[in-house]
Nanobody
Framework: VQLQASGGGLVQTGGSLGLSCAAS????????MGWYRQAPGKQRELVAS???????KYSDSVKGRFTISRDNAKSTVYLQMNSLKPEDTAVYYC??????????????????WGQGTQVTVSS
């Protein structure tokens, strides 16, 4: 399984950005797909994820500002980020986990990960 992320970049506080991540390879029908982020000196943390039946999980810090969606036909997940804050600055990693209904808050190294994309929010 390969995950190809795109999007991200530099935006001012209050602005918006979108991320997308396409999965390729042997994709089974049941999987959760989403995003984690890691800021310098901090632990990786869940941003948002959606499982195969459409149930979402968001970090409390992004609820109401970020929206995750996915296109199963394209094996692609999207993250719309609005009202961005400087504390959202981090490297964002796409994540895929098979046969799971709810992802963990910090992810695991035995899951599938994309290459990471930088999101920088200037104050």
């Amino acid at each position: 399984v390969q995950l190809q992320a795109s999007g991200g970049g530099l935006v001012q506080t209050g602005g918006s950005l979108g991320l997308s991540c396409a999965a390729s390879g042997r994709i089974f029908s049941s999987y959760a797909m989403g995003w984690y982020r890691q800021a310098p000196g901090k632990q990786r943390e869940l941003v948002a994820s959606m499982n195969s039946v459409g149930v979402t999980k968001y970090s409390d810090s992004v609820k109401g500002r970020f929206t995750i969606s996915r296109d199963n036909a394209k094996s692609t997940v999207y993250l719309q980020m609005n009202s961005l804050k400087p504390e959202d600055t981090a490297v964002y990693y796409c994540n895929l986990v098979f046969d799971i209904l709810e992802v963990s808050d910090y992810g695991s190294e035995d899951e599938y990960w994309g290459q990471g994309t930088q999101v920088t929010v200037s104050s």
